[in-house]
């Protein structure tokens, strides 16, 4: 009764997508057949924990295998006496045409099905008799195509967190990424404008998983546009403008993104921070031998996406000098929470981020690793956690008579 020709072909006759995909071909049992019930009939050498019944050529419903075994004897004997095998059928739920898509099956079944439904479905392959399959089957190979198109999506995030690679002399930028998801809305990019100016992004799209990945690949998108086109302009507003200007495009009004943009000009020796609504950047210099101080600076601008218009006030610059480090961090080391609910809080991320002054290169990710591994354990991150350390070089200082011994804050 099973079209046995399109079974063995059926991936190739039907979309991955379409319930032929994977419906089992099983050859169902005509339910006043004589065939002795026992483990080794038919039933045990298909792969399946199920097989349908048959009268007159219709499907009566389907037997489990563990049922298998309550059924003995010829048909007459279990007429007579000891088991009804209707009693042990399971109702078939729908029967679907084999070239029906599965998420639709599956939204249908969702709506009139309950938790302890195994809903069984029989298909149909041109009005034959094609195969079983049924409602958890279904959801559990969304789920598996969903999770490979996820994997197959961070791939692509994490593609783009990496490119272009920064090389600088006179520069150290040190990174650092965890998704709380598979994929997400924190992201980092660095762009080289010219010769001696260079824009650095950390940035938090206000948005979790798909969505907020969508908004991140819109911007690396649009930096790699820029590095493309080789973009020149040396005015920092206008390029904070151009950013804002891209996320009200690309993204509906409720969408916004946190960020900090640094801008390092070498040729003036001074650094530009436009924070936009992200965690306060903090600046750590040295004050002697032994002692460190440090500085931060709190949003001066709005999330880039959220007004038409945006303009730094006020301006916030630093002088490049010896020792001057600059760390700048996500919101989600600073919200992540301990297995009871405390959070890490503002206090625990200056000390740690003080801490990471005496880290070199080799050793920083497994630094952070070790941090956010202690704290959170066995609890899920609630968000992204990216972060940014930049340093300078000796070979930043090279073209200068005099070197200054502490950055001049401004």
């Known amino acids: 009764m099973c079209d046995q020709g399109i079974s063995s072909k059926k991936t190739l006759r039907f979309m991955p997508m379409q319930v032929g995909y994977i419906a089992n071909c099983i050859e169902p049992f005509n339910i006043v057949s004589d065939t002795k019930w026992t483990d080794d009939w038919k039933f045990s050498g298909k792969d399946t924990d199920v097989i349908p019944f048959t009268r007159h050529g219709v499907i009566l419903g389907i037997v489990k295998r563990e049922d298998a075994g309550k059924l003995h004897g ?61 409602l958890r089957q279904m959801m559990e190979y969304l789920d598996g195509i969903r999770a490979r198109d996820l994997l197959r999506a961070g791939e692509i995030q994490k593609n783009l967190l990496i490119q272009p690679v920064m090389c600088d002399p006179r520069l150290v930028l040190l990174t650092y990424n965890r998704m709380a998801y598979e994929v997400g809305g924190d992201w980092y990019k660095t762009l080289q404008i010219n010769k001696d100016l260079y824009l650095i992004g950390c940035f938090d799209v206000a948005g979790k998983n798909v969505s907020g990945s969508l908004v991140t690949m819109s911007l690396g998108t649009c930096f790699a546009t820029l590095g493309l086109i080789s973009y020149e302009e040396n005015n920092p507003e206008k390029t904070t403008s151009l950013l804002n200007a891209l996320i009200r495009t690309v993204s509906p009004p409720d969408v916004f993104v946190a960020a900090v943009l640094l801008y390092i000009d070498f040729s003036r020796m001074a650094i530009e921070i436009h924070n936009c609504g992200l965690s306060p950047v903090v600046v750590f210099f040295p004050m002697d031998e032994k002692r460190i101080g440090y500085k931060t600076f709190a949003p001066n601008l709005p999330p880039l996406g959220l007004e038409e218009e945006i303009k730094p006030d006020p301006p916030q610059k630093i002088s490049i000098a010896k020792g001057l480090r600059v760390a700048v961090h996500s919101d989600g080391l600073m919200d992540m929470c301990d297995i009871h609910g405390e959070r890490y809080g503002e206090e625990r991320v200056l000390e740690f981020l003080q801490n990471l002054h005496y880290i070199d290169g080799e050793g920083f990710t497994a630094f952070v690793n070790r941090e956010l591994d202690l704290w959170a354990k066995d609890t899920a991150l609630a968000d992204d956690v990216t972060l940014l350390d930049m340093r300078f070089t000796p070979a930043a200082f090279a073209r200068m008579k005099t070197e200054p011994e502490f950055p001049v804050l401004r």
């Open 74 to 134: 010829s048909f007459l004997s279990r007429i007579l006496g000891k088991k009804d095998i209707s009693s042990l059928l399971m109702p078939v739920k729908e029967f679907i045409d084999a070239s029906s898509y599965i998420n639709t099956v599956v939204e249908r079944g969702l709506k009139t099905s309950r938790w302890d439904d195994p809903a069984w479905y029989v298909v149909e392959h041109k009005k034959k008799y094609f195969g079983i399959v049924n």
